[in-house]
């Protein structure tokens, strides 16, 4: 009885279409804010390091303000978060990205994830590259 009250509750929130976030992203959360009677929208900025608990679990996203580390945790599903705008895609071999918290500097960027035909990640070597500036000059010439 409880469990599907629950569920009932749960289904409310969820959304029509699920966010796409990947750790490893650099992402602008924008998350609603009401103080009082007003209401706004705010921007938070940074790296998703982590994500835990499947369809309707959580993410967390971590940037740095006046040289201190700032983390803040969002529900996938809350009505508070607005939208959920990728800016980068990073190149990761980890689920959890929670080494970055000890990295300074440049250390701690990313990878660049590039994105190929059919929106599936290419590897990136240099004879990819090779391939990719050789079929952009016969596309000119065709042109």
């Known amino acids: 009885m409880s469990q599907e009250l629950i569920e009932s509750v749960a289904s409310s929130f969820r959304r029509d279409k699920p966010l796409e976030v990947r750790v490893g992203d650099t992402v602008t959360v924008h ?49 508070r978060v607005v939208d959920v705008e990728v800016v980068r895609s990073g190149k990761t071999r980890r689920a959890k990205l929670y080494y970055l918290r000890e990295r300074v500097g440049k250390a701690r960027r990313l990878r660049d994830r590039r994105i190929g035909r059919g929106g599936v990640a290419a590897a990136e070597t240099p ?17």
């Open 127 to 143: 004879e990819d590259e090779a391939v990719d500036a050789a079929e952009a000059v016969a596309e000119e010439s065709t042109d």
């Open 31 to 79: 998350q609603r804010i009401v103080e009082g009677d007003k209401e706004r929208v705010q921007p938070f900025q940074g790296v998703v390091i982590a994500k835990r608990g499947g369809a309707g679990g959580t993410f967390t996203v971590r940037r740095i303000v006046n040289n201190e580390g700032v983390e803040r945790i969002f529900p996938l599903d809350s009505p």
